[in-house]
Nanobody, 125 residues
Framework: QVHLVESGGGLVQAGGSLKLSCAAS????????MGWFRQAPGKEREFVAA????????YVSDSVKGRFSISRDNTENTVSLQMNSPEPEDTAVYYC??????????????????WGQGTQVTVSS
């Protein structure tokens, strides 16, 4: 069992920056893919980014490529999402999640085994 807790959400102005963190407990996450998803009101959960167990491979959605980056620290059992130049369209609840295996299908929410409770990010124009 893996317990995930996101933090760092809040209100940010468009063009600013915000860093989300996700802390894992219950089991080491060093062997898992870590992903970030988001869900806006009335929309389906959307893939944002994922990172493999070593941090050497990253998969980022086209909608945030060049603006958001993902990183992990296996010694601290954490994964982060650095949000640069966010836009109002990035407003959503952001979730971190864990899946076994590699980055194949890492953009599919169904492939993930554990989820955090989410943290709200609101981008003002």
């Amino acid at each position: 069992q893996v317990h995930l807790v996101e933090s760092g959400g809040g209100l940010v102005q468009a063009g600013g920056s915000l860093k989300l963190s996700c802390a894992a407990s219950g089991r080491t996450i060093s062997n898992y893919v870590m992903g970030w998803f988001r869900q806006a009101p009335g929309k389906e959960r959307e893939f944002v980014a994922a990172i493999n167990w070593s941090g050497g491979s990253i998969y980022v959605s086209d909608s945030v490529k060049g603006r958001f980056s993902i990183s992990r620290d296996n010694t601290e059992n954490t994964v982060s999402l650095q949000m640069n130049s966010p836009e109002p369209e990035d407003t959503a609840v952001y979730y971190c999640a864990v899946k076994s295996g590699g980055l194949l299908f890492a953009n599919s929410a169904r492939r993930y085994d554990y989820w955090g409770q989410g943290t709200q990010v609101t981008v003002s124009s």
